[in-house]
Every structure is written in structure tokens, then in C-alpha cells.
């Protein structure tokens, strides 16, 4: 069960990538993540009196609710670490290394929550999974970015954050209804996102974003909602080292959608990329 949720995740991340693009050819990333997280945090609330999960809010411990609070934070560190990297480095450097979350999570799962069974096929899958990662990042010879200062630190902390994230957040809901927790963790990553909006200066722009866009924004929002929620049900019942790379197939779903919406079309290196990402997924669900 924990495995098809972890797929249904990777579903709606993948459609919420193609819904947030067609919501900011003219608005500001930093300002529609800002309003996305919004409509995260009302849906996820409304899964929580729904499922009826409200009447254990007294019985969460303080340890649960800390790490819970913790995971809200990395994320919002970990986007802030990023959009860092990205205004003074290259974005072609910066990328690689924020996608190395996905190993770092696998090994992090691996020490802290002794996942080590079959350990010599996770290992050898998280290898190929790191190089389909790099192969994915298509490199353009003719662009030439020069870093305007150090953004090595800040991709390797975005990195590290994005990894936290999901351990902490295992930690956080292992005793906590999964609805209740992303709920709560979301909350959390509300007040981050709107943090970063207002620090860069950019609350203004709420007021002039088209409505063709907000429809989109709303409707990626939902779709983040939904991934959020079948995620840390997979991540409370599962195993970590083998739901986050589910879960990171979300890149095949919107791979599909954008060859279909937008006629993108992937190159050589890449489609043997996302081949070795399939296939060490696919691997490490069924044997691991």
C-alpha cells in the first residue's frame, strides 16, 4: 500500500510541475510557490477534519511536534539555499548538486533508520541513480555563466536541507496521524515561503498576477496537496530509502506531460538518464 502511495505522489509532483509552468510564464516563482503553499495548507487542513484526525491534535508529543516543525523549516531553508545559489551562480552547477538530495536521503535513511536490507543492491541503485540525475541536467556549450560570488555553500546546504526533509519528517509523523502531520508541517512551510516573498520585496506583485495564472497556481496547489499527502502517508508506513526515489519519479510524469503540452523533447544523455533513474527505482521498490 505504502508503495502505491508513494507512486500516487510521484503522479501529482509530476502534474504539479506542468500546472506551476503554465502559472508563471508572466508571475514571480517566489510569489506563486508563496500562493501554492496557501492552497497546500487549507486542502491539507480540510484532509484533516475530514479523516476526523483533528481530535488527536492534543496527543502529539512534543518530540513529534519538534521534528515536525524542524521538517517545515529545512524545506523553507532548503528553497531559500537554492534560489540563493541560483541569483549568483551558475544555474547549470547549481542544479546537479540540489538533485543530490535524492542520494543523500537514501543514505541518510540507510544510517539512521538501519534500512539495510539488501544493502548492496540499494548502494548499487543509488549509484545509478546519481548518474541518471547528472545526465539529466542537460549542459548548453554555448552558455557561459560566470558566479558572481560563492554559491558553492548555498547549493550543497539546499541540498542537505532537502534531505533533512524527509528524515525529519519520518521522525516527526511515527506516531502521528500522516494527514495531521503534513498539516501541520505545512503550516510551518506557509510562513517560510511568505517569509522569503516579503524579504526579497515582492508582496506587491499578489495584486497583479493575471487570472489565467492564478487558475493554474490553484490548481498546482491542489496537486501539491494531494502529493504531500499520499508522500508522508508512504513516508510514516514505508521505507524512506525506497519512497523518495518513488516518489522522484514525478520527473517521468512530468517528462510525458511536457512532451505533450509543450512539445519538449529530451536529448540523447538525458533520455538514458531518466532510463537509469526508471530502472533503479523499479529496482529498489521490488527488491528492497
Same mark, same amino acid.
Given at each position: 500500500?505504502?508503495?502505491?502511495?508513494?507512486?500516487?505522489?510521484?503522479?501529482?509532483?509530476?502534474?504539479?510541475?506542468?500546472?506551476?509552468?503554465?502559472?508563471?510564464?508572466?508571475?514571480?516563482?517566489?510569489?506563486?510557490?508563496?500562493?501554492?503553499?496557501?492552497?497546500?495548507?487549507?486542502?491539507?487542513?480540510?484532509?484533516?477534519?475530514?479523516?476526523?484526525?483533528?481530535?488527536?491534535?492534543?496527543?502529539?508529543?512534543?518530540?513529534?511536534?519538534?521534528?515536525?516543525?524542524?521538517?517545515?523549516?529545512?524545506?523553507?531553508?532548503?528553497?531559500?539555499?537554492?534560489?540563493?545559489?541560483?541569483?549568483?551562480?551558475?544555474?547549470?552547477?547549481?542544479?546537479?548538486?540540489?538533485?543530490?538530495?535524492?542520494?543523500?536521503?537514501?543514505?541518510?535513511?540507510?544510517?539512521?533508520?538501519?534500512?539495510?536490507?539488501?544493502?548492496?543492491?540499494?548502494?548499487?541503485?543509488?549509484?545509478?541513480?546519481?548518474?541518471?540525475?547528472?545526465?539529466?541536467?542537460?549542459?548548453?556549450?554555448?552558455?557561459?555563466?560566470?558566479?558572481?560570488?560563492?554559491?558553492?555553500?548555498?547549493?550543497?546546504?539546499?541540498?542537505?536541507?532537502?534531505?533533512?526533509?524527509?528524515?525529519?519528517?519520518?521522525?516527526?509523523?511515527?506516531?502521528?496521524?500522516?494527514?495531521?502531520?503534513?498539516?501541520?508541517?505545512?503550516?510551518?512551510?506557509?510562513?517560510?515561503?511568505?517569509?522569503?516573498?516579503?524579504?526579497?520585496?515582492?508582496?506587491?506583485? *499578489? /495584486?497583479? $498576477?493575471?487570472?489565467?495564472?492564478? #487558475?493554474?497556481?490553484? @490548481?498546482?496547489?491542489? %496537486? !501539491?496537496?494531494?502529493?504531500? =499527502?499520499?508522500?508522508?502517508?508512504?513516508?510514516?508506513?514505508?521505507?524512506?530509502?525506497?519512497?523518495?526515489?518513488?516518489?522522484?519519479?514525478?520527473?517521468? *510524469? /512530468?517528462? $510525458?506531460?511536457?512532451?505533450?503540452? #509543450?512539445?519538449?523533447? @529530451?536529448?540523447?544523455? %538525458? !533520455?538514458?538518464?531518466?532510463? =537509469?533513474?526508471?530502472?533503479?527505482?523499479?529496482?529498489?521498490?521490488?527488491?528492497?
Amino acid at each position: 500500500m505504502w508503495i502505491f502511495m508513494a507512486s500516487l505522489s510521484a503522479f501529482f509532483a509530476g502534474i504539479t510541475s506542468i500546472l506551476a509552468k503554465c502559472g508563471i510564464k508572466n508571475t514571480d516563482s517566489d510569489v506563486a510557490t508563496a500562493l501554492r503553499t496557501i492552497i497546500v495548507f487549507i486542502f491539507a487542513w480540510m484532509m484533516v477534519f475530514l479523516v476526523g484526525s483533528i481530535s488527536s491534535m492534543n496527543e502529539i508529543s512534543i518530540k513529534s511536534l519538534t521534528f515536525l516543525i524542524l521538517s517545515g523549516i529545512a524545506t523553507g531553508a532548503s528553497w531559500l539555499c537554492y534560489f540563493k545559489a541560483l541569483s549568483i551562480g551558475n544555474v547549470n552547477k547549481v542544479v546537479p548538486i540540489d538533485k543530490s538530495s535524492t542520494v543523500l536521503t537514501v543514505i541518510f535513511a540507510i544510517v539512521l533508520f538501519d534500512e539495510t536490507r539488501n544493502l548492496w543492491l540499494k548502494l548499487i541503485c543509488t549509484t545509478v541513480l546519481a548518474i541518471g540525475i547528472f545526465l539529466m541536467i542537460e549542459k548548453k556549450h554555448d552558455e557561459h555563466e560566470h558566479s558572481k560570488g560563492p554559491w558553492f555553500p548555498y547549493a550543497i546546504a539546499s541540498a542537505i536541507f532537502a534531505a533533512l526533509t524527509s528524515i525529519l519528517a519520518k521522525m516527526g509523523i511515527e506516531n502521528v496521524e500522516s494527514n495531521l502531520g503534513t498539516a501541520i508541517r505545512t503550516g510551518v512551510v506557509l510562513v517560510m515561503a511568505w517569509l522569503i516573498v516579503f524579504a526579497k520585496g515582492k508582496q506587491d506583485q *499578489v /495584486s497583479k $498576477i493575471k487570472k489565467n495564472e492564478l #487558475f493554474f497556481i490553484t @490548481l498546482s496547489g491542489i %496537486a !501539491t496537496g494531494a502529493s504531500w =499527502l499520499c508522500y508522508y502517508d508512504a513516508i510514516q508506513h514505508g521505507i524512506v530509502s525506497v519512497v523518495v526515489p518513488i516518489d522522484k519519479l514525478s520527473i517521468l *510524469v /512530468s517528462i $510525458i506531460f511536457s512532451r505533450i503540452v #509543450f512539445q519538449e523533447k @529530451l536529448n540523447k544523455n %538525458a !533520455t538514458i538518464g531518466l532510463i =537509469l533513474i526508471v530502472l533503479a527505482t523499479m529496482t529498489m521498490a521490488i527488491w528492497t
